[in-house]
T-cell receptor
Framework: GAVVSQHPSRVICKSGTSVKIECRSL??????MFWYRQFPKQSLMLMAT?????????EQGVEKDKFLINHASLTLSTLTVTSAHPEDSSFYIC?????????????FGPGTRLTVL | AQSVSQHNHHVILSEAASLELGCNYS??????LFWYVQYPGQHLQLLLK??????LVKGIKGFEAEFIKSKFSFNLRKPSVQWSDTAEYFC?????????????FGKGTHLIIQP
């Protein structure tokens, strides 16, 4: 089956630093990758949609200058949390889809737990 | 605003009991619906999905769900649960029905099956 990996699985950083999270589709080409955020005991909230070779589309309320997304290849998307603050601490999950259409299954990564001190 | 709601946040059942988890959505247009499961320590996995056609869809591991348009519902069912079904269950929807669509998730239901 389709496998999506994320790296790192956990990261702790100091306030003010930047953190990069990678999302890779291991055995298929993902035209579209989605980034979600999950707060404790809450649901996943869509942050942005990234399409290979083009700029990401951000959901309302998500700061594009803070959460930089790059989707440079059909198997890799990166999320960089810039100038991280404690309120950015969360669980970040990516998903990948061959086409991005809602009729295509999204395959989810295992998530990255970010803790900002 | 478009939303997905799950009625039961925690459900505890005994093995062999029947299961029904509620899911409702709020949207007047085309909607694609999904149920995902997250076993302890694992990532989200697709159980089943509905796009069109037969409103009763069957998924993996004996799960099924019924889309009732008039009730804006997509409840998940299983006739006889097993201990291994202990997990977090998420209902999700893609609302625009086309284009690159991220999912809107419900808050999840934590299901515990007691031996």
């Amino acid at each position: 089956g389709a496998v999506v990996s994320q790296h790192p699985s956990r990261v702790i950083c100091k306030s003010g630093t930047s953190v990069k999270i990678e999302c890779r589709s291991l055995d298929f080409q993902a035209t579209t990758m989605f980034w979600y955020r999950q707060f404790p005991k809450q649901s996943l909230m869509l942050m942005a949609t990234s399409n290979e070779g083009s700029k990401a589309t951000y959901e309302q309320g998500v700061e594009k200058d803070k959460f930089l997304i790059n989707h440079a290849s059909l198997t890799l998307s990166t999320l960089t949390v810039t100038s991280a603050h404690p309120e950015d601490s969360s669980f970040y999950i990516c998903s990948a889809s061959t086409s991005g259409f809602s009729t295509d299954t999204q395959y989810f990564g295992p998530g990255t737990r970010l803790t900002v001190l | 605003a478009q939303s997905v709601s799950q009625h039961n946040h925690h459900v505890i059942l005994s093995e062999a009991a029947s299961l029904e988890l509620g899911c409702n959505y709020s949207y007047g247009g085309t909607v694609n619906l999904f149920w995902y499961v997250q076993y302890p320590g694992q990532h989200l996995q697709l159980l089943l999905k509905y796009f069109s056609g037969d409103p009763l869809v069957k998924g993996i591991k004996g799960f099924e769900a019924e889309f009732i348009k008039s009730k804006f519902s997509f409840n998940l069912r299983k006739p006889s649960v097993q201990w291994s079904d202990t997990a977090e269950y998420f209902c999700a929807a893609a609302f625009s029905g086309g284009g690159a669509d991220g999912l809107t998730f419900g808050k999840g239901t934590h299901l515990i099956i007691q031996p």
